[in-house]
């Protein structure tokens, strides 16, 4: 699947680091997003953009900062973290239309993140 | 609040057994429907979605749904499970926009 790819594959951290994951789509969409999959809980949506705009921030904490340069790369800044935060963090896309019709999102394989 | 039910958290069938995985949702307009599979350490596969039309979708790996209205449902289903299927399988409904609310997801098990 060369769609939507994400780096680093896996990623740990201390709570007093640094890092961002990186997204890039290979589909010619407009729209982006991060998900959050913990165990034992549903995937949840963080932030979506639509044509570089930011559109929905799912009240995350603001230690967790996205950025969207163009609509082909998306970026989650990370810093001071919680061990509480470790989760698979998923990114995705898909194309919207005039009158934001629906359309598939497309997922990339994730980044797993360890906070110690 | 629309929202997605997966009644079933873990489910094991013998390979080559049929399967059929349930998904309830409640949403107050006409709803768009997918299915996705996420096997261990990967990111989420579409199997297939409903849109509008023909209430019985088809979709990759010999999966189909059906969706209906009356039961609020849109179960996904094989008619013969092969051991590479074992994997996560998640029920999504579309809201407003391009938003997507998961279910919580059902684990597959195959057994040889």
């Known amino acids: 699947e060369t769609g939507v790819t994400q780096t680093p594959r896996h990623l740990v951290m201390g709570m007093t680091n640094k890092k961002s994951l990186k997204c890039e789509q290979h589909?010619?969409?407009?729209?982006m997003y991060w998900y959050k999959q913990s165990a034992k809980k549903p995937l949840e949506l963080m932030f979506v953009y639509n044509f570089k705009e930011q559109t929905e921030n799912n009240s995350v904490p603001s230690r967790f900062s996205p950025e969207c340069p163009n609509s082909s790369h998306l970026f989650l800044h990370l810093h001071t973290l919680q061990p509480e935060d470790s989760a698979l963090y998923l990114c995705?896309?898909?194309?919207?239309?005039?009158?934001?019709?629906?359309?598939?999102?497309?997922f990339g394989p994730g980044t797993r993140l360890t906070v110690l | 609040a629309q929202s997605v039910t997966q009644p079933d958290i873990h489910i094991t069938v013998s390979e080559g057994a049929s399967l059929e995985l349930r998904c309830n949702y409640s949403?107050?307009?006409?709803?768009?429907l997918f299915w996705y599979v996420q096997s261990p350490g990967q990111g989420l596969q579409l199997l297939l979605k409903?849109?509008?039309?023909?209430?019985l979708v088809q979709g990759i790996k010999g999966f189909e749904a059906e969706f209906k209205r009356s039961q609020s449902s849109f179960n996904l289903r094989k008619p013969s499970v092969h051991w590479s299927d074992a994997a996560e399988y998640f029920c999504?409904?579309?809201?407003?926009?391009?938003?997507?609310?998961f279910g919580g997801g059902t684990r597959l098990m195959v057994k040889p």
């Open positions: 589909l010619g969409h407009n729209a």
């Open positions: 949403y107050g307009a006409t709803p768009y």
């Open positions: 995705a896309s898909s194309q919207v239309r005039a009158g934001g019709s629906v359309d598939t999102q497309y």
């Open positions: 999504a409904i579309n809201n407003a926009g391009n938003m997507l609310t």
């Open positions: 409903y849109f509008s039309g023909d209430t």
